[in-house]
């Protein structure tokens, strides 16, 4: 999961991409980049970082330019402590092209291979958003050779990209001296929308929020293996460049990764967090009486919408049990089990009135490793609760992600091979309620008649690409055992406390 955003305007746009990319950092806190583009010259920064601790003045006065594009990289792909490996991507040849994306390519080993051994082309980091650059790079030379750009060009560079990589991914890409190049994956996984301010300035972004916040107007969302390319002149065109597109949004974006004042394929996030409250509230009360429960507190903060619908569903106060301090990061973004569990009671601490002698129902978002879950649990027993009942607004985390999201391996997931009586045993939990998947997709697809479905793997273990296989699940586990031996240092845990949202 990343942020990203493209800009094309009349005016310099260094300071709208920053702003945008304030808006976007909840997508990724681990490194930040601009990249503008005056006349046919880049101009690029990016580094480890937040976005407010990687631009100074100095650095924005160096990004000249009415066209440009930025990223917050949350790693899941390559090394997460290369700053090579920060975005956007810059390649030289065809034209000048730099790239930002969003989303993480199934196929990229092989499509590496191929790029060298046939294409010519070769690829210096372990990140396979390079992988993608280099591929759109190929197609735009074979189209454009001995021949102008023109917009049905760059659209057939697309339809052959969407023929070679799989997996997802949302792109925005520029194209020196010609324009502003954005598309989605044609299953629409990883999310991507574009707006207009009424000076007849483009942004495209990965959340709508992104877009309001700087005072453009949604347009709608890229659709699912879409193109859009916009000129120099600020001309807008779009296409379809995918031969069966279907739209099957992330469902964790609902769950807990995106904001939710945003809106994504037309669906309220908000929303959809509320019509989960609703159904886990149906869940709880088929599972346990609501009357041993007192009272009901989130755990902050994408859990709230969800925990306030529960409670007024069951009919109990909804209090604000746990203070969250702000300047500490999200758990489940950060490297290192150990620092993950050190950071979390300096992250919440607990309001001691709204626990002591009484039956709590604990609402999480989701609950990944249990280890979050686990600690926070104590804490109410500490506070003096006299039960601690714990519920997800979504279904056991059971599977890896291989979409984007940087899920842990199999065995670091609580709910793996495990029932739901021992992960309840293992959290220390009095109850443990979980959402239904089935439940679950039923009230979000009811905000939006035109999805085809989900991607919801990490819940129910289907792969909608159809491409992926045991064999890539052992290299990602391979990897992620890897980087965790690098996580576990001094530094690394230095490094977990600095950056970071919520999960478990």
């Known amino acids: ?69 930025g990223q917050v990289r949350y790693p899941t792909a390559g090394n997460a402590y290369n700053e090579e490996e920060a975005q956007p991507f810059y390649v030289n040849a065809p034209f000048g092209l730099v790239l930002v994306h969003n989303g993480n390519l199934t196929n990229a080993q ?46 057939q560079a ?26 989605r994956d044609p299953f629409g996984i990883r999310p991507l929308c574009f707006g207009q301010a009424a000076d007849g300035e483009f942004m495209v972004a990965s959340e709508s929020v992104a877009l309001e916040g700087n005072g453009f107007q949604l347009v709608r969302d890229v659709a699912p293996g879409e193109a859009l390319f916009i000129d120099m002149n600020g ?21 807990y990764l995106a904001r939710p004042d945003s809106v994504m394929d037309g669906i309220s ?5 509320l019509n989960m409250g609703e159904t886990l509230a149906q869940r709880l009360i088929s599972t346990m009486p609501p009357s041993d429960i007192d009272v009901v507190i989130p755990i902050p903060e994408s859990s709230r919408p969800s925990a306030m619908q529960l409670a007024h569903r069951i009919g109990k106060p909804y209090r604000e049990g746990f203070v969250k301090n702000r300047y500490v990061g999200r758990t489940f973004i950060m490297p290192g089990q150990g620092a993950r569990k050190k950071s979390v009671r300096q992250k919440l601490n607990a309001i001691g ?19 979050t879950s686990k600690e926070i649990v104590q804490m109410a027993r500490e506070a003096g609760a006299r039960k601690v009942y714990l519920a997800s607004a979504a279904p056991p985390v059971r599977f890896r992600n291989v979409y984007g999201i940087d899920m ?14 021992e992960i309840r045993a293992f959290i220390g ?7 239904d998947v089935d439940a679950m997709k039923r009230v979000v697809a009811a905000l939006q008649p035109n999805l085809q479905g989900f991607e919801a793997s990490c819940f129910d273990g289907r792969y909608i690409t159809g491409d992926v296989t045991a064999e890539d699940f052992a290299k990602l586990e391979a990897q992620r055992r890897a980087q965790g031996d690098e996580e576990d240092g001094p530094a690394r845990t230095r490094l977990a406390l600095q950056s970071g949202g919520e999960g478990q």
Do not use: W
């Open 1 to 69: 999961m990343c942020g990203i955003v493209g800009v094309i305007s009349r005016s310099p746009v260094n300071q709208l991409i920053y702003d945008a990319l304030l808006l976007l950092q909840h997508r990724g806190q681990d490194a930040a980049g601009i990249v503008t583009m005056q006349g046919n010259k880049c101009f690029m920064h990016k580094a480890r970082g937040m976005v407010r601790d990687v631009f100074r003045t100095r650095n924005m006065r160096a990004l000249p330019g009415s066209i440009g594009l």
């Open 110 to 155: 092989g499509l590496k291979t191929e790029l060298f051994d046939i294409d010519r082309r070769h690829i210096n980091t372990e990140s396979d958003s390079e992988v993608l650059l280099n591929v759109l790079a190929h197609e735009l030379e074979q189209v454009a050779r001995d021949l102008p750009l023109s917009p049905e060009a760059v659209f």
């Open 158 to 183: 697309v339809r052959a990209v969407h023929k070679r990589i799989k997996g997802s991914y949302a792109v925005i890409a520029l194209i020196a001296g010609h324009g502003l190049l954005a598309f």
């Open 235 to 255: 001309t807008l065109h779009t296409q379809q460049c995918a031969e069966n597109p279907t739209l099957n949004p992330c469902m964790f974006e609902f769950v």
């Open 269 to 273: 996030v908000y929303q959809a967090r």
């Open 353 to 371: 009135l709204e626990f002591k002698g009484r039956n709590v129902l604990l609402v999480d978002d989701s609950i990944v490793r249990g280890t």
């Open 408 to 421: 842990p391996t199999s065995e670091e997931l609580v709910a793996h091979n495990r029932s739901i009586e």
């Open 429 to 435: 939990a009095d109850a443990l309620i979980y959402q």
